[in-house]
């Protein structure tokens, strides 16, 4: 039995009812596999969610509503699917991170107890992400969907004995999640939608400590907890002609709020009294961080029956991430807001789409991104600028009922010197990130019923 076809000969009332059973079943099964795949997703927000945006390199994003991923991408472009639709990406990517210390690193740094060198540090590898969404009409106006997926994050794991252990030797920072969404379409011309994403934040450090004592060698310090919040996700689609398109999206700001007691292991009797006398031992580590809210404008435009043109124009609140509320309940309770001077950044792309023939169906396209973080102020912890995308990508549709897609893009954030100084016990960091990069493969497939 075909359960992609809407139309039986026999029993068409019971059969409906099994392909509507069968439809949510997996999407059930394949929720909770997406959900654990994104949780170790890198970057911070990821316009690669396993779309085929990833082609365009975001290019048209939030006016291009041709498949299921506008549930998520902007849901009110969800009313122009008038079919069932599923997608299922697939996105691995693979992070260049590369650290290369310089004269002004000191020897607190990059020297090991016990006489041994520190490794230059870096942080190459895999990383599995992608996404899951869903569209289903209701009716000729309203249209209801779902998306799973992770577009928030970063993950890094150095070597332990890297020079800047002393500053992290691994962190996580990433939010994964579910959002259901709801769409109208007002007129032929202009559609609403909203979406409401439920996400689970995850917050990891491990820093090394410094227990002067080359006999004892280094100590470690690790932080870990979870959090729930919620963001929401708005979006108009608007065609004054066939053909042409403009997509506004907003999301929102969520807070996550993570504490934790600080988990010590291997600290020498020195610093154990240092953390004893100003009731640091046993204290619990409260951490609270802004998601930021982000606009994106785009344009879809079909110049002919083969070629189609996009662009996007973003602005993200990365400056009020910068303010992190940090309390620490101890004996000697203290609660400050540090300022980490992070700026809004900005986002441009252009891209096209050309029909090569019937079943084919190539992309490409280019994108901006200002950088979030002012001058010297780069931190091993988060080591992010400006980034340059270039992609490239292709569909195929292989029936009525099944297109396939693939494409690769270069996320290039070039060179980030890092000059850091946190005290004797951390010393001084200098250096370089070198060509830095991220390598995106993404892998799709939708099914409409």
Same mark, same amino acid.
Request: glycine letters at 12%; hydrophobic letters at 40%; one cysteine or more.
């Given at each position: #039995?075909?359960?992609?076809?809407?139309?039986?000969?026999?029993?068409?009332?019971?059969?409906?009812?099994?392909?509507? =059973?069968?439809?949510?079943?997996?999407?059930?099964?394949?929720?909770?596999? !997406?959900?654990?795949?994104?949780?170790?997703?890198?970057?911070?927000?990821?316009?690669? =969610?396993?779309?085929?945006?990833?082609?365009?390199?975001?290019?048209?994003?939030?006016? @291009?509503?041709?498949?299921?991923?506008?549930?998520?991408?902007?849901?009110?472009?969800?009313?122009?699917?008038?079919?069932?639709? &599923?997608?299922?990406?697939?996105?691995?990517?693979?992070?260049? &991170?590369?650290?290369?210390?310089?004269?002004?690193?000191?020897?607190?740094?990059?020297? /090991?107890?016990? %006489?041994?060198?520190?490794? *230059?540090?870096?942080?190459?590898?895999?990383?599995?992400?992608?996404?899951?969404?869903? !569209?289903?009409?209701?009716?000729?106006?309203?249209?209801?969907?779902?998306?799973?997926?992770?577009?928030?994050? /970063?993950?890094?794991?150095?070597?332990?004995?890297?020079? %800047?252990?002393?500053?992290?030797?691994?962190?996580?920072?990433?939010?994964?999640?579910?959002?259901?969404?709801?769409?109208?379409?007002?007129?032929?011309?202009?559609?609403?939608?909203?979406?409401?994403?439920? $996400?689970?934040?995850? #917050?990891?450090?491990?820093?090394?400590?410094?227990?002067?004592?080359?006999?004892?060698?280094?100590?470690?310090?690790?932080?870990? *907890?979870?959090?729930?919040?919620?963001?929401?996700?708005?979006?108009? &689609?608007?065609?004054?002609?066939?053909?042409? @398109?403009?997509?506004?999206?907003?999301?929102?700001?969520? *807070?996550?709020?993570?504490?934790?007691?600080?988990?010590?292991?291997?600290?020498?009797?020195? /610093?154990?009294?240092?953390?004893?006398?100003?009731?640091?031992? %046993?204290?619990?580590?409260?951490?609270? =961080?802004?998601?930021?809210?982000?606009?994106?404008?785009?344009?879809?435009?079909?110049?002919?029956?083969?070629?189609?043109?996009?662009?996007?124009?973003?602005?993200?609140?990365?400056?009020?991430?910068?303010?992190?509320?940090? %309390?620490?309940?101890?004996?000697?309770?203290?609660?400050?807001?540090?300022?980490?001077?992070?700026?809004?950044?900005?986002?441009?792309?252009?891209?096209?789409?050309?029909?090569?023939?019937?079943?084919?169906?190539?992309?490409?396209?280019?994108?901006?991104?200002?950088? #979030? =973080?002012?001058?010297?102020?780069?931190?091993?912890?988060?080591?992010?600028?400006?980034?340059?995308?270039?992609?490239?990508?292709?569909?195929?549709?292989?029936?009525?009922?099944?297109?396939?897609?693939?494409?690769?893009? /270069?996320?290039?954030?070039?060179?980030?010197?890092?000059?850091?100084?946190?005290?004797? $016990?951390?010393?001084?960091?200098?250096?370089?990130?070198?060509?830095?990069?991220?390598?995106?493969?993404? &892998?799709?497939?939708?099914?409409?019923?």
């Amino acid at each position: #039995m075909n359960f992609g076809t809407v139309q039986f000969e026999m029993f068409v009332k019971g059969a409906d009812e099994m392909k509507r =059973i069968f439809r949510f079943g997996i999407l059930g099964a394949l929720c909770l596999l !997406v959900t654990v795949a994104t949780v170790e997703a890198g970057g911070l927000y990821l316009y690669e =969610i396993g779309s085929r945006d990833v082609g365009l390199a975001a290019a048209g994003y939030a006016a @291009r509503a041709e498949d299921a991923s506008t549930v998520f991408t902007n849901p009110a472009g969800m009313t122009r699917l008038k079919r069932p639709s &599923l997608m299922l990406g697939a996105q691995p990517m693979y992070l260049h &991170l590369s650290f290369n210390p310089d004269s002004g690193t000191s020897s607190v740094a990059s020297d /090991l107890p016990l %006489g041994g060198a520190a490794d *230059d540090g870096d942080s190459n590898g895999w990383m599995p992400a992608g996404g899951l969404y869903y !569209v289903h009409p209701v009716n000729d106006k309203l249209s209801l969907g779902l998306a799973v997926t992770g577009y928030f994050g /970063l993950s890094l794991d150095y070597q332990n004995d890297w020079v %800047g252990r002393y500053y992290v030797q691994n962190t996580t920072l990433q939010a994964a999640g579910v959002q259901p969404a709801i769409a109208w379409q007002v007129n032929d011309q202009l559609s609403v939608g909203a979406g409401v994403a439920v $996400l689970n934040g995850v #917050m990891k450090d491990v820093v090394a400590l410094n227990n002067v004592d080359p006999l004892i060698g280094d100590g470690q310090l690790k932080y870990k *907890d979870t959090d729930w919040t919620t963001q929401f996700n708005l979006g108009i &689609l608007y065609e004054p002609v066939q053909g042409t @398109r403009f997509g506004l999206t907003y999301l929102s700001e969520a *807070d996550l709020n993570f504490s934790d007691k600080v988990s010590l292991k291997g600290v020498g009797p020195g /610093l154990q009294a240092i953390m004893d006398n100003t009731g640091r031992t %046993g204290a619990q580590l409260d951490i609270g =961080i802004k998601m930021p809210q982000a606009v994106m404008f785009s344009v879809y435009h079909q110049c002919t029956d083969r070629l189609a043109l996009m662009a996007n124009l973003g602005w993200q609140d990365w400056s009020q991430f910068g303010y992190v509320d940090i %309390g620490v309940s101890s004996v000697n309770s203290t609660s400050l807001t540090i300022d980490a001077n992070f700026k809004d950044t900005w986002h441009v792309a252009l891209g096209g789409q050309y029909r090569l023939s019937e079943p084919w169906l190539l992309s490409a396209g280019i994108a901006y991104d200002s950088d #979030m =973080i002012k001058g010297s102020n780069v931190s091993p912890m988060l080591p992010v600028g400006e980034t340059w995308r270039f992609a490239l990508g292709s569909s195929y549709d292989w029936s009525q009922n099944l297109t396939l897609g693939a494409a690769y893009e /270069l996320a290039w954030g070039g060179d980030l010197d890092v000059n850091l100084n946190r005290g004797p $016990l951390a010393g001084q960091l200098s250096g370089t990130y070198e060509n830095v990069a991220i390598h995106i493969v993404s &892998l799709n497939a939708e099914w409409r019923f």
